[in-house]
């Protein structure tokens, strides 16, 4: 009789669990929406995305977007600040990282959204590299944009580091997938690598090592944000900000419940599961995702001034913050999440 009682008070949580799961899609999908869902190019930065990157899928995934009347199709793009990503801002077709480099270079678009306002990667490279100095003849990644891009210029500040220039070393173009199979095979000595693929890179090659963190490197750089062409703000707002509401639930969902969103990261990024559990772990502890609006003045500031000082933009045409960056914009997209919260030690 005792095991039978067992039997049934197991059944009837695992039926409450299941009611539970069942309440929360229901909420997330039985939205009143006035028409069809509204659709929406939503773009990630990388070819498969990095764990930071998949944001839009667990909102995917978890019915965040339907929850906000949002039909989103997820683009990826070979670096952000690819052509490609920079063309379809500008031309209103997606969503997608924007720097404050493209704007002050004239670029009709506005940051709205910090998704990964803090730098996640590591710079790893091989045997014998001891200081930045040691990278004086080396070959440096620039995948994901080439000059210009996210890792040249990483490797550029790690070249100035150790007191050298871009010409002390041979930077090499190459897609955003192959930053992993670069370092592993020897073709690249020096690149910035998100934690999974520095666990993958270390775990896969004798002597591969983390020279050092981009966070202590440049502390206040801004890395990802999400921009829009000025033109379709005005034009569609409501669809933007409920687009980005449903990221920011996404964004606090990831911090709170990995068991939930790791399997979906391991789809979306095509790594070990061990690997995105290493990346989960690291990314959460150290405040990656923006669960807010994902914007710190200071910190764009001093980006917008870097890159002024690096001739990334000129001097002349230096952005305002205002320019830069729609806070009021981020604001409402906080509120139709929900408000503004704290997760741990995370504010941003």
């Known amino acids: ?37 509204r659709k929406i190019n939503v773009g990630v930065s990388v070819t498969p995305p990095n764990v930071p990157h998949t944001t839009p899928y667990v909102a995917r995934a978890l019915g965040l977007f339907a929850k906000h009347c949002v039909d989103a199709n997820i683009m990826q793009f070979d670096g952000g ?5 920079l063309a379809a801002v500008a031309q209103g077709t997606a969503i997608a990282n924007v720097t404050d480099v493209a704007i002050g270079r004239g670029a ?23 200081s930045a100095a040691d ?15 996210f890792q040249w210029r990483m490797g550029r500040e790690a070249l100035r580091k150790g007191g050298l220039g871009i010409d002390d070393v041979q930077f090499i173009s190459q897609a955003t997938a192959g930053r992993l199979a670069g370092i592993l095979t020897g073709m690249i000595d020096g690149v910035a690598l998100h934690p999974e693929d520095a666990y993958l890179a270390i775990k896969g090659k004798p002597g591969a090592h983390v020279l050092f ?5 440049v502390p206040d750089f801004v890395f990802n ?10 034009r569609d707002r409501a669809l933007l900000r409920d687009t980005i509401a449903a990221m920011i639930e996404a964004n606090r969902v990831i911090y709170r419940d990995k068991d939930r969103v790791v399997p979906i990261m391991v789809e979306a990024t095509q790594k070990p599961r061990d690997a995105i559990e290493y990346a989960w772990e690291r990314d959460t502890r150290n405040c990656v995702w923006g669960i807010n609006e994902g914007f710190d003045p200071a910190r764009t500031s001093w980006t917008i001034d870097n ?14 913050l205002a320019q830069v960056f729609d806070l009021d914009f981020a604001r409402e997209a906080v509120a139709a999440a929900g408000g503004r919260t704290t997760i741990g030690n995370c504010t941003d």
């Open 108 to 130: 009709h678009a506005i940051q709205i959204w910090g998704i990964i306002p803090r730098m996640p990667q590591s710079y790893v490279v091989g045997e014998g590299i001891k």
């Open 1 to 37: 009789m005792s095991r039978q009682l067992a039997v049934s008070e197991r059944l009837v949580q695992l039926l409450a669990v299941g009611a539970t799961l069942l309440i929360y899609v229901g909420a997330a999908l039985a939205q009143d929406c006035p028409g069809a869902a």
């Open 307 to 320: 890159n002024v000082e690096v001739g990334d933009i000129e001097r002349a045409h230096k952005p305002t």
């Open 81 to 85: 600040q690819s052509p490609a990503a």
């Open 213 to 217: 963190e981009l966070s202590d490197l």
């Open 135 to 149: 990278l004086k003849g080396k070959k440096l990644s620039a995948a994901g944009g080439g000059v210009g891009g």
């Open 225 to 234: 944000v999400y921009g829009v062409n000025t033109d379709w703000l005005k």
